[in-house]
C-alpha cells in the first residue's frame, strides 16, 4: 500500500457532512441499536434503574440512562473469532494489533464506513520513547511522572492504571513507527524533524537564557524537565502536525498525519488475520450463564446482525459518552450543576465537538460492570485567561482588578475561575512577555517551540503589535492550527486599565494588585499563593500587554468525558462485586481510572497516549487468558 499524505480517508475534511470535529471524532464510535428482538444478553440486575430513587443503581445522577440491554434472535450469520475488539480508534487499532500479533483471529467492529472513517488528533503524549530520548529530552523518573498524575486527580485515579500508561507508552509510540516503517509510510511521517518542512515534532519550550544570549531559535530548545511553574509539566509528546501553517486554518488537527501511522497499524494487523468490518455497530455483548463473555451481536449496515462467537473475549474500545446529554446530567455531576446554576438545561448538556454516545460504555454496564464513582471528568482544559502563547503562568486578574491563584496550576485553573465574580478575566505581562512564556509549563494547550518557527512568528507579530484598545492579533504558537488571540498593547499601566474597561475602585485595585504581584517578585517567594519563583517575574517594563477573556458559567462537556468502566490493573472489566468479567475488556474512553476528577496534562496528548498505550495492553492482555 502506498501512505501519502492527503490520502483519502482525509478527505473526510471536505464538505459540509464531515466536519474535523463531527465526523473525525464519529469515527471511533461504536455504536448501539436499540432494536429489540430475542434476549442475548440481559443487564445485571445490580445496575437495573430503580423505581423508587428514579435513578440506576449504584449512581447519584438521575434518570434512567441506561436503559435495557436490545435483545437480538435473528442473525443473518456467525463468525468465530478469538477477539472482538470493538470500536475502530486509536485504543482499537493498537489493540486489534496487539492480539494480532500475538497469533489470535481478531475481529474490529466499527460503526462507520470505511470511505468516512478517520482518526481525530494529531499527539500522542509518551514518556521514554526512543524519540523523546534521540532529541535529547533525557531520560524521565516515570515514578514522578505517575506521581503527578496521582496527585493532580485528587487521588482519585486508579495508580496501577495510570503506572501502565506511563510505564509502557514510550515502548508502545516507537513499536507504531516502527510499524510505520516497515509497512512502508512517508518517512517524514515518523521522522523527527522541527523545520517548517516537518510533519513530526515534539512539543517542549524555549530556553529564555540562550534566546537572550543571541542563539539560533532553533538552537534554543530546553531540554531540562521536567517544568514546575504550579504543576510539574514533561517534553513528552509526539505531535504528528503535518504541514507548517504560515497563517490559521480552519479544523482541529486538520493537517495531522497520525491517520498515516494508524492506517499503517491497520494494514499490519491485516496482514496477521485481522479483518475490520467496517459500517458494523456493536449492538450488545453475548454472555453464558456465568455470565462470561462469549461474544457481541453486531449490525451490518444493511440492517441484518452477525453473530460474533469469541474464544478469548471482546475489547471495548468505542469512545466515551460526552455526545449524550442523559448520560452528562447523570453522571457528570459537577459541571452538570455548575451548568443549571448559570440557567443551562439538560437537554444542552453535552458536547457539540464530538459525536459518541456513550454506546460501548453501556454494553459493559449491561453485562454487569460499572463506570467508576463520582466525581467523573471531562476534557475541560484548565482554564482562565489565555493568548498566542497558550496556557501560561503570567499575572491573571479578575473583572474587579483582584489576583486569585496560583497562574502556574493549571489543573486547579478551571474551578478557581469558575468562582470569580462575574465579567472579565486578564493576564497582563510587560517587555519581558517572552521570558514568561519560556516559564510556562507545557500542558495541552501550553506554549511550544517543539516548531521554532512559532516562537519567531510570535515574536515578530509582538513585535508590529501597536498600543491602543482595539489591540491587534497575534498567531498562535500552541498548535499547527494557528489560532489567533487578541493581545492589547499599552505603554503604561494606567493606560492598560483603561483599555481593559477598569474604572473607579477596580482600576485602582487593578493597580494596587500589580504593584503588590510585584513585590513578590522580587522578593522570589510567592507568599499569596505559592506559584515556583522562576515564574515569578515583574510587570514593571513597558510596554504593557494583556489579553481579556469572559468568565463562563456554563461549562458543557468538552471534546470527551474521562471516565470509563472500573476494571482491575489489566484492565479486566469488574462488576458491581469487584468481581472479575471474564472476557471482558476495556480501553481508551471506555477504560475508567485514568483521570479522577477530569483531564490533566503533566504531558500533552495523553490522552489518545493512553488510548494507544492501554489498547496494546488490552490486546495483550486478553491473549495471555
Given at each position: 500500500?502506498?501512505?501519502?499524505?492527503?490520502?483519502?480517508?482525509?478527505?473526510?475534511?471536505?464538505?459540509?457532512?464531515?466536519?474535523?470535529?463531527?465526523?473525525?471524532?464519529?469515527?471511533?464510535?461504536?455504536?448501539?441499536?436499540?432494536?429489540?428482538s430475542?434476549?442475548?444478553?440481559?443487564?445485571?440486575?445490580?445496575?437495573?434503574?430503580?423505581?423508587?430513587?428514579?435513578?440506576?443503581?449504584?449512581?447519584?445522577?438521575?434518570g434512567?440512562?441506561l436503559?435495557?440491554?436490545?435483545?437480538?434472535?435473528?442473525?443473518?450469520?456467525?463468525?468465530?473469532?478469538?477477539v472482538?475488539?470493538?470500536?475502530g480508534?486509536?485504543?482499537?487499532?493498537?489493540?486489534?494489533?496487539?492480539?494480532a500479533?500475538?497469533?489470535?483471529?481478531?475481529?474490529?467492529?466499527?460503526r462507520?464506513?470505511?470511505d468516512l472513517?478517520?482518526?481525530?488528533?494529531?499527539?500522542?503524549?509518551?514518556?521514554?520513547?526512543?524519540?523523546?530520548?534521540?532529541?535529547?529530552?533525557?531520560?524521565?523518573?516515570?515514578g514522578?511522572?505517575?506521581?503527578?498524575?496521582?496527585?493532580r486527580?485528587?487521588?482519585?485515579?486508579?495508580?496501577?492504571?495510570?503506572?501502565?500508561?506511563?510505564?509502557?507508552?514510550?515502548?508502545?509510540?516507537d513499536?507504531?513507527?516502527?510499524v510505520?516503517r516497515e509497512?512502508?509510510?512517508d518517512?517524514?511521517?515518523?521522522?523527527?524533524?522541527?523545520?517548517?518542512?516537518?510533519?513530526?515534532?515534539?512539543?517542549?519550550?524555549?530556553d529564555?537564557?540562550?534566546?537572550?544570549?543571541?542563539?539560533?531559535m532553533?538552537?534554543?530548545l530546553?531540554?531540562?524537565y521536567?517544568?514546575?511553574?504550579?504543576?510539574?509539566?514533561?517534553?513528552?509528546?509526539?505531535?504528528?502536525?503535518?504541514?507548517?501553517?504560515?497563517?490559521?486554518?480552519?479544523?482541529?488537527?486538520?493537517?495531522?498525519?497520525?491517520?498515516?501511522?494508524?492506517?499503517?497499524?491497520?494494514?499490519?494487523?491485516?496482514?496477521?488475520?485481522?479483518?475490520?468490518?467496517?459500517?458494523?455497530?456493536?449492538?450488545?455483548?453475548?454472555q453464558?450463564?456465568?455470565?462470561?463473555?462469549?461474544?457481541?451481536?453486531?449490525?451490518?449496515?444493511?440492517?441484518?446482525?452477525?453473530?460474533?462467537?469469541?474464544?478469548?473475549?471482546?475489547?471495548?474500545c468505542?469512545?466515551?459518552?460526552?455526545?449524550?446529554?442523559?448520560?452528562?446530567?447523570?453522571?457528570?455531576?459537577e459541571?452538570?450543576?455548575?451548568?443549571?446554576?448559570?440557567?443551562?438545561?439538560?437537554?444542552d448538556?453535552f458536547?457539540?465537538?464530538?459525536?459518541?454516545?456513550?454506546?460501548?460504555?453501556?454494553?459493559?454496564?449491561?453485562?454487569?460492570?460499572?463506570?467508576?464513582?463520582?466525581?467523573r471528568?471531562?476534557?475541560?482544559?484548565g482554564?482562565?485567561?489565555?493568548?498566542?502563547?497558550?496556557?501560561?503562568?503570567?499575572?491573571?486578574?479578575?473583572?474587579?482588578?483582584?489576583?486569585?491563584?496560583?497562574?502556574?496550576?493549571?489543573?486547579?485553573?478551571?474551578?478557581?475561575?469558575?468562582?470569580?465574580?462575574e465579567?472579565?478575566?486578564?493576564?497582563?505581562?510587560?517587555?519581558?512577555?517572552l521570558k514568561?512564556?519560556?516559564?510556562?509549563?507545557?500542558?495541552?494547550?501550553?506554549?511550544n517551540?517543539?516548531?521554532?518557527?512559532?516562537?519567531?512568528?510570535?515574536?515578530?507579530?509582538?513585535?508590529?503589535?501597536?498600543?491602543?484598545?482595539e489591540?491587534?492579533?497575534?498567531?498562535?504558537?500552541?498548535?499547527?492550527?494557528?489560532?489567533e488571540?487578541?493581545?492589547?498593547?499599552?505603554?503604561?499601566?494606567?493606560?492598560?486599565?483603561?483599555?481593559l474597561g477598569?474604572?473607579?475602585?477596580?482600576?485602582?485595585?487593578?493597580?494596587?494588585?500589580?504593584?503588590?504581584?510585584?513585590?513578590?517578585?522580587?522578593?522570589?517567594?510567592?507568599?499569596?499563593?505559592g506559584?515556583?519563583?522562576s515564574?515569578?517575574?515583574?510587570?514593571?517594563?513597558?510596554?504593557?500587554?494583556?489579553?481579556?477573556?469572559?468568565?463562563?458559567?456554563?461549562?458543557t462537556?468538552?471534546?470527551v468525558?474521562?471516565?470509563?468502566?472500573?476494571?482491575?490493573?489489566r484492565?479486566?472489566v469488574?462488576?458491581?462485586?469487584?468481581?472479575?468479567?471474564?472476557?471482558?475488556?476495556a480501553?481508551?474512553?471506555?477504560?475508567?481510572?485514568?483521570?479522577?476528577?477530569?483531564?490533566s496534562?503533566?504531558?500533552?496528548?495523553?490522552?489518545?497516549?493512553?488510548?494507544?498505550?492501554?489498547?496494546?495492553?488490552?490486546?495483550?492482555?486478553?491473549?495471555e487468558?
Open positions: 500500500m502506498s501512505y501519502k499524505k492527503g490520502i483519502s480517508r482525509r478527505d473526510f475534511i471536505k464538505g459540509a457532512a464531515a466536519s474535523a470535529f463531527g465526523v473525525a471524532a464519529a469515527g471511533l464510535l461504536a455504536g448501539c441499536s436499540t432494536e429489540s430475542t434476549p442475548a444478553a440481559s443487564p445485571d440486575a445490580s445496575s437495573a434503574p430503580s423505581a423508587s430513587t428514579g435513578r440506576i443503581t449504584g449512581y447519584s445522577g438521575p434512567d440512562w436503559g435495557e440491554a436490545p435483545v437480538i434472535s435473528d442473525y443473518a450469520k456467525e463468525v468465530d473469532v478469538d472482538v475488539v470493538v470500536g480508534g486509536h485504543a482499537g487499532v493498537q489493540a486489534a494489533l496487539a492480539a500479533e500475538a497469533g489470535l483471529k481478531v475481529a474490529v467492529l466499527e462507520m464506513e470505511e472513517f478517520t482518526w481525530y488528533g494529531e499527539d500522542i503524549g509518551a514518556f521514554n520513547s526512543k524519540l523523546q530520548q534521540d532529541i535529547g529530552f533525557g531520560t524521565y523518573d516515570l514522578e511522572v505517575v506521581n503527578e498524575f496521582v496527585t486527580s485528587g487521588g482519585r485515579c486508579f495508580p496501577a492504571i495510570v503506572k501502565s500508561y506511563v510505564h509502557n507508552s514510550g515502548p508502545t509510540l513499536h507504531m513507527l516502527e510505520a509497512m512502508g509510510v518517512p517524514k511521517a515518523y521522522t523527527y524533524d522541527n523545520t517548517p518542512e516537518g510533519w513530526l515534532i515534539m512539543q517542549a519550550n524555549m529564555y537564557e540562550k534566546i537572550q544570549a543571541g542563539n539560533d532553533y538552537d534554543c530546553r531540554y531540562d521536567p517544568m514546575t511553574p504550579g504543576t510539574k509539566t514533561w517534553a513528552a509528546t509526539a505531535q504528528f502536525m503535518g504541514q507548517y501553517n504560515e497563517q490559521p486554518i480552519q479544523g482541529v488537527a486538520a493537517n495531522s498525519v497520525l491517520p498515516l501511522i494508524n492506517q499503517a497499524c491497520i494494514d499490519k494487523a491485516k496482514q496477521l488475520g485481522a479483518e475490520w468490518y467496517y459500517g458494523t455497530e456493536a449492538v450488545v455483548l453475548l453464558n450463564e456465568a455470565k462470561d463473555i462469549i461474544g457481541v451481536a453486531g449490525k451490518a449496515s444493511d440492517g441484518s446482525y452477525i453473530q460474533f462467537n469469541t474464544a478469548k473475549g471482546v475489547i471495548l468505542g469512545g466515551d459518552y460526552a455526545g449524550n446529554a442523559d448520560m452528562c446530567w447523570a453522571l457528570l455531576n459541571y452538570m450543576e455548575r451548568f443549571e446554576r448559570a440557567g443551562g438545561e439538560q437537554p448538556f458536547s457539540f465537538m464530538g459525536g459518541r454516545k456513550g454506546e460501548a460504555v453501556k454494553m459493559g454496564c449491561w453485562a454487569g460492570g460499572m463506570i467508576e464513582p463520582a466525581p471528568g471531562s476534557m475541560l482544559l482554564g482562565g485567561p489565555s493568548g498566542p502563547w497558550g496556557c501560561n503562568a503570567m499575572l491573571w486578574l479578575n473583572s474587579e482588578g483582584e489576583r486569585f491563584t496560583n497562574e502556574g496550576n493549571l489543573s486547579a485553573a478551571q474551578t478557581a475561575c469558575a468562582r470569580q465574580p465579567g472579565t478575566l486578564c493576564l497582563v505581562t510587560d517587555k519581558k512577555w514568561s512564556v519560556c516559564a510556562s509549563g507545557l500542558e495541552h494547550g501550553g506554549p517551540a517543539g516548531r521554532p518557527q512559532y516562537y519567531i512568528d510570535l515574536i515578530n507579530d509582538m513585535d508590529a503589535l501597536v498600543s491602543g484598545p489591540g491587534g492579533t497575534i498567531r498562535g504558537c500552541t498548535v499547527a492550527e494557528r489560532m488571540s487578541t493581545v492589547i498593547k499599552a505603554d503604561t499601566l494606567e493606560e492598560l486599565a483603561d483599555y477598569y474604572t473607579g475602585a477596580a482600576k485602582e485595585t487593578f493597580l494596587a494588585s500589580i504593584e503588590a504581584y510585584n513585590q513578590l517578585c522580587y522578593a522570589g517567594k510567592d507568599t499569596d499563593y506559584k515556583d519563583a515564574c515569578m517575574i515583574p510587570v514593571d517594563e513597558a510596554p504593557f500587554y494583556a489579553v481579556k477573556s469572559e468568565k463562563n458559567d456554563k461549562p462537556p468538552m471534546m468525558t474521562m471516565s470509563g468502566l472500573v476494571t482491575d490493573k484492565q479486566n469488574l462488576d458491581m462485586s469487584g468481581k472479575k468479567i471474564k472476557g471482558l475488556y480501553a481508551g474512553n471506555c477504560l475508567g481510572g485514568r483521570y479522577g476528577l477530569g483531564y496534562t503533566p504531558c500533552a496528548g495523553n490522552s489518545i497516549g493512553m488510548a494507544v498505550t492501554h489498547g496494546r495492553l488490552a490486546g495483550q492482555f486478553i491473549s487468558e
